[in-house]
């Protein structure tokens, strides 16, 4: 059940309504949100609980911890991925990036809310370009799965503790 708090804040040119691929998932994590935020705005371990992902580099602003205006790189879904978080709000705990890829361009949000004593999870994905269009019928499958065992591998690490000082 999503509610007003956990709506995600769509910049105009990445809104589900003018993308080709919107991606939901949601998860309620046995995990503290403080723990489920620090292990989210570190990009660098993302490959430690999430598969779909390797090679993740700095490319600008706060590292490791991100904050608004960082930039990273990173291969996920066979593509090289470049992102900048252009939303990053650590009271309300919403982080998101926009991506760019060879020819296709994307947002990734996620917004924590704590609840029945533990964490929820909403993450949502657009992604706009031709690519997507050729690719829609099968990325739309993969990429609520993948992003599922995202959050599934996030709640396993957040529930137990924060990650180690960087």
Known sequence: ???????IRWPA?????VSRLHAVNE????AAPDDVWAWLRRPDLFPRYYANCWFIRHRGGAWPEVELGSRFRWFTFGVVVNSEIVEFDPAARRLAWSAKELSASGHHAWVLSERDGGTFVRTEETQRGWAMALAKPVMSRLMVSQH????EGLARVASQGPPSPH
């Open 27 to 30: 998860l309620q994590m046995r």
């Open 13 to 17: 040119e990445h809104g589900p309504e």
């Open 148 to 151: 599922q065992r995202w959050l």
């Open 1 to 7: 059940m999503s509610g007003e708090s956990d709506a």
